[in-house]
């Protein structure tokens, strides 16, 4: 960490510029702060600063069940609570030993790849309207998105806090025509991709504010932890849905995006990409999808009783990677629960790649990595 | 995801690769069967080290850092102990009397790493380091300059826990306010009553 009287050193005594970017800044997403110091326009230092949605998540599952858990965890990232359940309904299963019939099974691939989808249409449009691109990109994701929701709606009940996941299964079963309703949609996706892509792509502006900004490389993202779109950015392949193949990932057919670069033009084309490996991922479990149980009967899921130990479980969330780490101590609520907050760890950067940038890069930058508070303060 | 060596075998190349470190295994009785390494804090640095340098393992990705609080227990055991009664009459006789005795096994802090390898795509391997107690003493050392993604984690066990990790490069409060002075997620911590107003003057 750079002290004021080094930087003082570097510009001259007086010259450096203390700006509080947040809590309440539009382009913080919610309510982050970004503690910058400035030389001209120029970005010396950047400390970020969080809490302020800080509402002690873990202590409060810890103090309930493990099932009263499930629908606190859709409000760790409130834009992806399908995958929020999964991650925390596989810590448990491995803590548990319990086992997830075959059709519950493809459901949650296909609720998990349409959360994957609409998270990244949605990022792509706060990206874009962080640039200045007013409007039209950002609604134009929301449209799709919105129609992802009205699916979630119907199967749930709930546009955004489906609390759809138990351990052992899940809560309700889908119909043939929700499939159908599915089905439908995936067939309209490759084209809202081939729109929005034609759109901005080549265009100069958007190339000329992101190409060469926010370098995040190889190394250092590999050393600060980093997962997710962000990681495959800069060139690592490391997708969980590959390398644990949980679930039943290894089913499916798709590849992995690496960008070169690591740059913001390489982490928004990722997204982009990685809808298009979704859509693909859809459209195979759409086809196989087998009739049968969704939930195992055995499991009990009030009073669940997990035998001493612990069992740490992870996803390939749309931000990253999503672990629980749970102990049990035999009773009825998990003596540790601890969340692995993949947005929170992908911000270890934000200093290394904002440094020596303008400040409205910074906007940018931010706007690449992909942060929802409440996950990163639980 | 597969488990790379079996612990106890882990354990021995650790103990090879670090000389005078300590390693027990700490099994893990649920069915995830994740079982870990408890390492003594002195060696945990040179530990961490040989993992992500050593060329089988290559634990280059440190993904989740956490801390559990473990409370002093106490644990009462009857003992029958024989005791000279002095009687009534002067006369002094030996009985059989039952005691109770309490023994105190102090509490500790507990800092869990999983660690895993992004080159190889093997892992977890789970470190564990404790304290030597939950006051004083609650000092390990940060693995910060060994994984950067440790950074942001420590602080949030520092934070909520009141672990120190000596030589992290920034250890401060991360969610809670810097004036806060208690440690949340501890297990005796109490919550201050609600029409409690707390005031702060600048600490």
């Given at each position: 960490m750079t002290s004021l009287a080094e930087l003082d050193a570097i510009a001259?005594?007086?010259?450096i510029m203390e700006v509080s970017m947040g809590p309440h800044h539009p382009s913080t997403h919610g309510v982050f702060r970004m503690d910058v110091r400035l030389e001209g326009e120029r970005v010396v230092r950047l400390k970020p600063v969080f809490g302020y949605l800080h509402r002690n998540h873990e202590k409060i599952a810890e103090n309930g069940a493990y099932l009263s858990a499930i629908p606190y965890t859709d409000r760790l990232d409130y834009l992806c609570s399908m995958t929020n359940n999964w991650a925390y309904c596989s810590a448990v299963e491995k803590l548990a030993g319990l086992q997830v019939p075959e059709r519950a099974e493809y459901i949650r691939v296909i609720v998990s790849e349409l959360t994957r989808f609409q998270n990244h249409a949605g990022l792509v449009g706060f990206l874009l309207q962080d640039m200045g691109a007013s409007g039209t990109p950002l609604m134009y994701a929301f449209r799709e998105r919105e129609k992802v929701l009205d699916l979630f709606e119907s199967l749930t009940g709930s546009r955004m806090m489906c609390n759809y996941m138990r351990f052992g299964g899940l809560r309700v079963d889908c119909s043939a025509a929700w499939l159908d309703e599915v089905r439908q949609l995936v067939t309209r996706l490759p084209r809202f991709i081939d729109e929005f892509e034609n759109l901005l792509r080549a265009n100069e502006i958007l190339m000329a504010r992101t190409q060469g900004v926010g370098v995040l490389p190889r190394e250092l993202a590999i050393s600060a932890g980093i997962t997710g779109p962000m990681l495959r950015a800069s060139g690592v392949n490391y997708d969980i849905r590959k390398v644990d193949q949980y679930g039943i990932y290894d089913r499916f057919e798709f590849r992995v995006p690496l960008g070169d670069h690591g740059d913001v033009y390489d982490r928004y084309m990722m997204r982009l990409l990685e809808m298009r490996e979704t859509v693909k991922i859809l459209e195979q479990a759409l086809r196989d999808i087998p009739e049968g149980?969704?939930?195992?009967?055995?499991?009990?899921?009030?009073?669940l009783r997990p035998k001493v130990g612990e069992a740490y479980g992870r996803i390939e969330s749309p931000k990253g990677e999503l672990g629980f780490f749970l102990i049990s101590d035999g009773t009825t609520s998990p003596y540790r629960y601890r969340v692995r907050p993949p947005t929170m760890i992908n911000l270890t950067v934000l200093e290394d790649m904002c440094l020596n940038h303008n400040v409205a890069d910074v906007v940018i930058i931010l706007g690449s990595v992909d942060i929802v508070l409440g996950e990163i303060d639980r | 995801m597969m488990a790379i060596l079996p612990a106890e075998e882990m354990k021995a190349k650790i103990e090879a690769g670090v000389p005078g470190a300590s390693v027990t295994v700490h099994q893990?009785?649920?069915?995830?069967?994740q079982h870990s390494l408890l390492v003594d804090p002195e060696h945990g640095r040179a530990v961490a080290e040989f993992l992500r340098n050593d060329a089988e393992l290559k634990m280059d990705f440190c993904s989740n850092v956490t801390g559990v609080d473990w409370l002093d227990t106490e644990t009462t055991e009857k003992v029958k102990v024989k005791k000279t009664v002095g009687g009534p009459d002067g006369t002094e006789t030996e009985q059989e009397v039952e005691e109770v005795r309490k023994t105190k096994t102090p509490g500790y802090l507990e800092a869990v790493y999983h660690l895993f390898s992004?080159?190889?795509?093997h892992g977890p391997i789970i470190l564990r380091m404790r304290t030597a107690n939950r006051s004083a003493q609650a000092h390990l050392p940060s693995l910060t300059p060994v994984w950067r993604g440790a950074e942001f984690q420590e602080r949030e066990a520092f934070d909520l826990y009141g672990i120190v990790f000596d030589g992290h490069p920034d250890l401060r409060r991360i969610l809670m306010w810097d004036g806060f002075v208690d440690y949340p997620m501890r297990k005796d911590y109490v919550p201050p009553a609600d029409d409690v107003v707390v005031v702060e003057v600048n600490p």
């Open positions: 001259g005594p007086g010259e149980p969704i939930m195992d009967p055995k499991v009990r899921l009030r009073g | 893990n009785g649920s069915p995830s069967a992004m080159e190889k795509k």
